[in-house]
């Protein structure tokens, strides 16, 4: 293509944004909308993933002893399941410690445990165990042996949650394309109004342009041009909204996602993912735009 027609198609392009601004303007700001919708399921992907890695990476087993055990039972007790092949340390929580640390995970919120009193929780160990025995049989199993420990009154681990959890994960990944693919669909047809549009405007331009012998491509570009310009406007449109969002939930969010076992996990996508989302955003544009030109240039000549 000639630089004389690269600069016709940009005349065009400018000529269009000044004649119906505003249609572009309501075009740009609902595929804002629908990949604000897309990208806001992506950023729920990504942190319950690495909500789930964390609990993943800091899996562990909470083993809760009676009130009655001496110092020496504790130690004694301790000493024993540190040899089981699947640990990889033990830490002892005092009914004191178990308290501070449920105080500080509740951070600004800790003024609920007023009035309560501060050996209301149980002293426990807390078990860490190795990478290659993180499996879900195997932390059951040995789950079960802890519970046969003299000492032990109740064993508790988090391998249900992290189970539901990658369902969940994997729930949220279908409904995004899903729900994104019916809001793409919707906006396609709002992007074939605009061109409709566009093109009513300029019928007799176009008309007079194919009587002289322009191609097919020369007359197509400036549609497309339009329609990558208004979904990548909305692609960046939908980024800035969701950074907004996840600022204000990040603000909101309470400080005690220490109970969790993870601190502050919530994180913004990375940069593949906003690429992606104005990517998406590029092509949904030219596309809608070319599919539907196409179409409306075929009735015409009809």
């Keep these: 293509m000639k630089w004389a027609q690269l600069g016709f198609i940009g005349r065009r392009v400018r000529n269009s944004v000044r004649e119906i601004f505003w249609t572009h303007v309501l075009?740009?700001?609902?595929?804002?909308?629908?990949?604000?919708?897309?990208?806001?399921?992506?950023l729920l992907q990504e942190n319950l993933e690495a909500l789930l890695k964390g609990w993943g990476d800091q899996l562990q087993i909470n083993a809760y002893v009676g009130k009655d055990l001496s110092g020496a039972d504790i130690e004694s007790l301790r000493e024993r399941i540190r040899t089981y092949p699947e640990v990889a340390h033990v830490r002892h929580i005092s009914q004191e410690q178990a308290w501070m640390d449920f105080q500080a995970a509740l951070g600004a919120q800790s003024n609920v445990l007023e009035g309560l009193p501060r050996d209301v929780l149980p002293a426990s160990f807390e078990i860490a165990l190795r990478p290659n025995f993180r499996d879900g049989p195997v932390v059951e199993a040995l789950a079960a042996r802890l519970r046969k420990e003299k000492g032990i009154t109740s064993v508790e681990y988090a391998q249900d949650w992290v189970d539901r959890m990658s369902l969940v994960i994997i729930a949220v990944q279908w409904i995004k394309w899903i729900f994104g693919g019916v809001l793409f669909l919707?906006?396609?047809f709002i992007v074939n109004s605009t061109v409709k549009l566009a093109m009513l405007a300029r019928k007799e331009e176009i008309q007079i342009m194919e009587l002289v012998g322009a191609s097919r491509q020369l007359i197509e570009?400036?549609?497309?041009?339009?329609?990558?310009?208004?979904?990548?406007?909305?692609?960046g449109l939908s980024v800035g909204g969701l950074w907004l969002a996840f600022q204000l939930m990040r603000n909101q969010a309470p400080l005690s996602f220490g109970i969790f076992g993870i601190s502050n996990p919530l994180r913004f996508l990375d940069y593949q993912s906003v690429a992606l989302i104005i990517v998406i955003g590029c092509l949904l544009g030219a596309a809608g735009s070319?599919?539907?030109?196409?179409?409306?240039?075929?009735?015409?000549?009809g």
Excluded: D, H, K, N
Aim: proline share 2%; charged share 10%.
């Design 27 to 42: 075009t740009s700001v609902t595929m804002a909308l629908t990949l604000f919708v897309f990208g806001a399921f992506m």
């Design 221 to 235: 570009a400036p549609f497309v041009l339009e329609g990558m310009i208004q979904g990548t406007v909305g692609g």
């Design 186 to 188: 919707t906006t396609y």
């Design 290 to 301: 070319l599919f539907s030109l196409r179409r409306f240039l075929r009735s015409w000549q």
